[in-house]
């Protein structure tokens, strides 16, 4: 039998009721090329990193464009005045811990001194219900702005755990902003029907997530 081709969604009915709550990366053929070698089983473990980087870093500087920003004006090196941007003070990035991991280096190359906190969370092997095993957040976190990073949204029961364990260290949903590759329209309505606050910005919403991406890009495959 031929093996079923996977077509990109149609926007519209993947999101729903939802679509307010999404943030796109504008899609150009580059995008969909980076998207299309991601899913190509074919794909060598190095080519997979390369490109996975690359789109990586696509949806990280998108994401640093949905935070704050405040006017400034800086002396040139001829004496000039410019009228400029610099980010407000109290941004941060929480990695989902394993594949969440993947994206950390994406941010610190645009952030350099940006903290960085971590949550693992992994599921019961007897009621597969999702547990947080670790957690560790700047101290202040409940101030900040968050970016939640994650690869692969395929359910949604996982960002739901992490986004609950901000919560409880007093971080407010509408200061939480997921960045992420993938994910599925089940998975954005889960966690949007939780979090109707939430911002969630991807390359991708589709029914069938390329869920290989950690063990792919780690080498756990």
Same mark, same amino acid.
């Given at each position: 039998?031929?093996?079923?081709?996977?077509q990109?969604?149609?926007?519209?009915?993947?999101?729903?009721?939802?679509?307010?709550?999404?943030?796109?990366?504008?899609?150009?053929?580059?995008?969909?090329?980076?998207?299309?070698?991601?899913?190509?089983?074919?794909?060598?473990?190095?080519?997979?990193?390369? #490109?996975?980087?690359?789109?990586?870093?696509?949806?990280?500087?998108?994401?640093?464009?949905?935070?704050? #920003?405040?006017?400034?004006?800086?002396?040139?090196?001829?004496?000039?005045? #410019?009228?400029?941007?610099?980010y407000?003070?109290?941004?941060?990035?929480v990695?989902?811990m394993?594949?969440?991991?993947?994206?950390?280096?994406?941010?610190?190359?645009?952030?350099?001194?940006?903290?960085?906190?971590?949550?693992?969370?992994?599921?019961?092997?007897?009621?597969?219900?999702?547990?947080?095993?670790?957690?560790?957040?700047?101290?202040?976190?409940?101030?900040?702005?968050?970016?939640?990073?994650?690869?692969?949204?395929?359910?949604?029961?996982?960002?739901?755990?992490?986004?609950?364990?901000?919560?409880?260290?007093?971080?407010?949903?509408?200061?939480?902003?997921?960045?992420?590759?993938?994910?599925?329209?089940?998975?954005?309505?889960?966690?949007?029907?939780?979090?109707?606050?939430?911002?969630?910005?991807?390359?991708?919403?589709?029914?069938?997530?390329?869920?290989?991406?950690?063990?792919?890009?780690?080498?756990?495959?």
């Amino acid at each position: 039998m031929e093996p079923d081709v996977i077509q990109t969604s149609t926007l519209n009915n993947a999101e729903g009721d939802f679509s307010r709550n999404i943030i796109h990366v504008r899609i150009t053929d580059q995008i969909k090329e980076l998207q299309t070698v991601l899913r190509d089983r074919a794909t060598s473990r190095s080519d997979f990193i390369f #490109y996975a980087d690359r789109l990586i870093r696509q949806v990280v500087e998108e994401g640093l464009n949905q935070l704050p #920003y405040q006017k400034c004006i800086v002396t040139t090196p001829t004496g000039s005045q #410019y009228e400029g941007l610099h980010y407000e003070k109290g941004n941060c990035g929480v990695s989902i811990m394993r594949s969440g991991e993947a994206m950390e280096q994406g941010l610190r190359d645009c952030c350099r001194s940006i903290r960085i906190g971590k949550i693992l969370i992994q599921s019961d092997e007897d009621t597969h219900e999702a547990k947080v095993y670790y957690a560790k957040f700047p101290p202040d976190i409940n101030k900040r702005k968050v970016l939640l990073m994650y690869p692969i949204m395929s359910t949604g029961n996982t960002m739901i755990k992490a986004i609950d364990v901000l919560q409880q260290h007093g971080v407010k949903e509408e200061n939480i902003i997921v960045l992420n590759l993938f994910c599925t329209p089940q998975g954005v309505k889960s966690v949007i029907k939780k979090f109707p606050q939430l911002k969630i910005l991807t390359s991708e919403v589709h029914p069938v997530a390329p869920n290989h991406f950690g063990q792919k890009y780690f080498g756990t495959d």
